[in-house]
């Protein structure tokens, strides 16, 4: 209440744009990262590479049943800190704060994580510290499809926030954004050795 008036509260709705497309080319609204996890990462037969601020144990268990077992996931991730020295750490801590949550299981998840990281098909990098840093959220799938928008490789940004995306299908495009996000990983630094001693320490628990 503000001024004697009542502020009502407005619930947000997903829209997909076609409304009914089995591959929408756009959308806004909660739950839009997981409509185009679920719709889209199907799609891959090789390599899915995902450039975002955040990557957390709760958003890999919402995608990862619609990506292939022989499929390669590349996680970048790249939202800014101050303190550099405190990069890798500040990751590392993000993602195994879903540890902490009592209210949610996800020891299935660590164990399908742990999976495809001794097969080879996971690697994860950190690019905070490269100048100047970068806010960019999207996803390649393969060559076939990108999309891109606010939506986060985490439970927020897939299941809660409101967010918007859009997929495009063109070569050019998708080619620019691949050949960006190489540039970006060959310069940063590997998290994957960290990550596993966190995670095998977990389960070991």
């Not at 619930?11 to 889209?40: D, H, M, Q, V, W």
């Not at 919402?62 to 590349?74: E, T, Y």
């Not at 809660?160 to 495009?173: D, F, G, H, P």
Request: charged share 25%.
């Amino acid at each position: 209440r503000i001024c004697g008036y009542m502020i009502k509260k407005l619930k947000l709705r997903l829209s997909l744009y076609p409304e009914n497309a089995k591959f929408p080319l756009f959308g806004i609204g909660p739950k839009i990262g997981r409509t185009f996890a679920e719709r889209y990462l199907k799609k891959a037969y090789h390599t899915v590479k995902i450039a975002s601020g955040y990557f957390s144990l709760r958003g890999y268990e919402i995608a990862k049943n619609h990506i292939g077992q022989d499929v390669q996931l590349h996680i970048l991730i790249g939202r800014n800190r101050n303190n550099t020295r405190e990069v890798e750490a500040a990751v590392i801590s993000e993602i195994v704060a879903d540890f902490q949550q009592c209210e949610i299981n996800i020891m299935e998840s660590v164990r399908d994580l742990l999976r495809r990281i001794e097969r080879g098909q996971f690697i994860i990098k950190d690019a905070r510290q490269v100048k100047p840093p970068f806010h960019a959220k999207f996803y390649i799938v393969d060559k076939t499809v990108l999309w891109h928008g606010s939506a986060n490789f985490s439970h927020n940004g897939m299941d809660i926030l409101a967010e918007q995306l859009s997929s495009t299908k063109k070569s050019k495009v998708i080619t620019m954004f691949t050949e960006w996000y190489d540039e970006v990983a060959s310069d940063s630094k590997d998290l994957l050795e960290e990550l596993v001693k966190q995670l095998r320490a977990w389960l070991n628990l």
